[in-house]
């Protein structure tokens, strides 16, 4: 599974969009990108997917460039509620048994009033 | 549906007690896992059911024993604590095989104390 690297942390206001970047370099072909969010006393919840360009949902858009050796997790206009551990995970889309889940240490994005 | 549920959500043990902590989900997901999360470390995976009467052993299996006897249910237990097992653990469920094409559920935590 391809090894990532994100921020430790990362600091914000209210109503600023936040990009949180992550570094996978050595992502094979097959391999896709996922973020979870993890809020403090909570397991981890998944946020967005993606595999190549832009991917948009409700909650983020996740910005994946051509060589895919890193992505970013867009989050428009945060709130309080958004302070939580984002997660970047990279592997293969159908990995079966052998494909285990690998949580960094994530990024700890803090918002501020 | 209640999701994945865990309990207890807190417990204090003395080291060499043993205990299961327990985890049961609703959604007839074929996959289960179990994470520890310490500080500054994320989570780690300790051991898997890809389903009923199928276990495996995941990146810190030491200490830990599983089973899966129903779809259902997935317990963790610990047969000697360690203050090493100090931690905070998760269990997670998804309906395949458990790879990113699955989005992993995850119940609320139970936060160990081992003295």
């Known amino acids: 599974l391809a090894k990532t690297t994100q921020p430790i942390s990362m600091d914000s206001y209210e109503g600023q969009e936040v990009n949180i970047t992550c570094s996978h370099n050595n992502i094979a072909t097959n391999d896709y990108i996922t973020w979870y969010q993890q809020f403090p006393s909570q397991g981890p919840r998944f946020i967005i997917q993606?595999?190549?360009t832009k991917v948009t949902n409700e909650v983020a858009s996740l910005f994946i460039p051509a060589d895919r050796k890193s992505s970013t997790l867009s989050l428009p206009r945060v709130s309080l509620s958004d302070t939580a551990v984002y997660y970047c995970?990279?592997?293969?889309?159908?990995?079966?048994?052998?494909?285990?889940?690998?949580f960094g240490t994530g990024t700890l994005l803090a918002v501020q009033p | 549906n209640a999701g994945v549920t865990q309990t207890p959500k807190f417990q204090v043990l003395k080291t060499g007690q043993s205990m299961t902590l327990q985890c049961a989900q609703d959604m007839n997901h074929e996959y289960m896992s179990w994470y520890r999360q310490d500080p500054g470390m994320g989570l780690r995976l300790i051991h898997y059911s890809v389903g009923a009467g199928i276990t495996d052993q995941g990146e810190v299996p030491n200490g830990y024993n599983v089973s899966r006897s129903t779809t259902e249910d997935f317990p963790l237990r610990l047969l000697s604590a360690a203050p090493s097992q100090t931690s905070v653990y998760f269990c997670?469920?998804?309906?395949?095989?458990?790879?990113?094409?699955?989005?992993?559920?995850f119940g609320p935590g139970t936060r160990l104390l081992v003295l």
């Open positions: 997670a469920s998804s309906y395949g095989s458990g790879g990113l094409q699955e989005t992993q559920y």
């Open positions: 993606g595999y190549k």
């Open positions: 995970l990279v592997g293969p889309f159908y990995g079966g048994a052998t494909n285990k889940l690998i």
